[in-house]
């Protein structure tokens, strides 16, 4: 079995199991955060996007949910013998790559990162919330969905929700698929993701060695930084693991601070970091996050002003795979890489448009089709 090097996220003592009734998402929708915040968080979006994305009203619109159904299904009684898990990662990482990812690791599952409880607002709403959590498989694939650097740009506003929702779709169809296909070589698996996590995911993925956890407190992987969806998928198939790695992340991290500087609702520290939980990270204010995306549901439904200026989020071309390897190495280099992004970007970039208004009346309103056909145009 390969050893693990150590992840550049540091345990510092006993690391407790969450509880997923404590989900700001969650908290939101049953009331947590007040009545006002749970109006408009549950309230049914303007948006015809987020309500293909997301369950609202009419569930059979939304495909994430009927996939709930196949995220855990019947074992092929023949099971194939596996004699070499590392020559079995390779397939399943490949396969993984042809259903659709852009990104797959391997990890042995710490229990440590299986919530405690089940707590998603769907739960609540099937009356399934608060049910002990048993998830005994030995392994988790963490898989990564690039979303589209153009779309992110308008962070906040309806674009960016789309291309977020849509990761979330293609991150949860590659999890579904894959566990399916695992199942199918006899070994027990099952698919986690947005609506349907049994896990946290960014934990999992850093420990598969896609990434290391930024200030923002997401996955930042050497090819996309921050801008990517993440799903999860959980077996016992005998597999060979990857290592945690360290491409310069939390280093760049530490003299940035431009997610902070630009988060809207100042949820993001400034600071350094502390202990949550066991692990020491930059500690968001999730509430505040929260409580801005509910702050305004005629302009946004959610917000990834974080993704849209931090300076790894740029597209994955050959100056910009130069500049995050010698980032790793070189201090000099990520104070150049920062001084440049602020050059070309600024040191608070402006979002592309603010929001796309779709209420009646309104300025002339353009389709989201119609704004992300002449984005790529540009």
Not at 20 to 33: D, E, P, S, Y
Not at 313 to 325: D, F, Y
Not at 331 to 359: C, E, M, N, Q, T
Request: glycine letters at 8%; charged letters at 25%.
């Amino acid at each position: 079995m390969k050893t693990q090097a150590p992840s550049t996220t540091r345990i510092v003592g006993l690391q407790e199991k969450f509880d997923q009734r404590n989900q700001m998402h969650t908290q939101a929708a049953i009331g947590g955060l007040g009545e006002k915040v749970k109006e408009r968080w549950t309230r049914e979006s303007i948006d015809p996007f987020r309500r293909i994305f997301y369950p609202e009203l009419r569930a059979m619109n939304v495909p994430m949910r009927s996939w709930r159904k196949v995220a855990d299904g019947p074992l092929n009684p023949n099971k194939i013998e596996v004699n070499d898990p590392k020559h079995m990662a390779k397939i399943i990482k490949g396969a993984a790559l042809f259903l659709g990812a852009d990104l797959a690791g391997i990890c042995e599952l710490n229990q440590a990162y299986v919530y405690s409880h089940t707590g998603l607002r769907i739960d609540f709403a099937k009356g399934v919330d608060g049910q002990e959590i048993n998830l005994p498989h030995r392994y988790a694939v963490s898989l990564a969905v690039e979303m589209d650097y153009k779309r992110m740009r308008y962070a906040p506003g309806w674009i960016d929700n789309a291309e977020v929702g849509l990761g979330y779709l293609n991150a949860a169809k590659v999890a579904v698929s894959l566990a399916a296909y695992i199942r199918e070589l006899g070994y027990p698996a099952r698919a986690h993701f947005f609506i349907n996590e049994w896990v946290q995911h960014v934990p999992i993925a850093e420990a598969a060695g896609l990434g290391e956890l930024g200030r923002l407190g997401l996955l930042m992987s050497r090819e996309f930084g921050p801008r990517q969806r993440l799903s999860t998928v959980t077996t016992d198939l005998p597999l060979a693991v990857d290592s945690p790695v360290d491409i310069g992340v939390v280093k760049f991290c530490e003299i940035c601070g431009k997610c902070a500087q630009n988060c809207p609702s100042q949820a993001i520290p400034h600071g350094h970091k502390v202990m949550v939980r066991g692990v020491e990270k930059w500690q968001l204010d999730d509430e505040a996050c929260q409580r801005f995306w509910c702050s305004n549901p005629k302009r946004w439904n959610d917000c990834a002003r974080c993704v849209a200026v931090c300076p790894w989020n740029r597209p994955n071309v050959l100056h910009h795979r130069l500049a995050v390897k010698s980032n790793k190495h070189s201090h000099l280099a990520r104070k150049f890489l920062l001084w440049l992004d602020d050059v070309i970007r600024g040191k608070r970039p402006r979002p592309v448009v603010k929001w796309l208004d779709y209420r009646e009346g309104g300025r002339r309103a353009k389709s989201v089709l119609d704004l992300i056909r002449n984005q790529t145009k540009n």
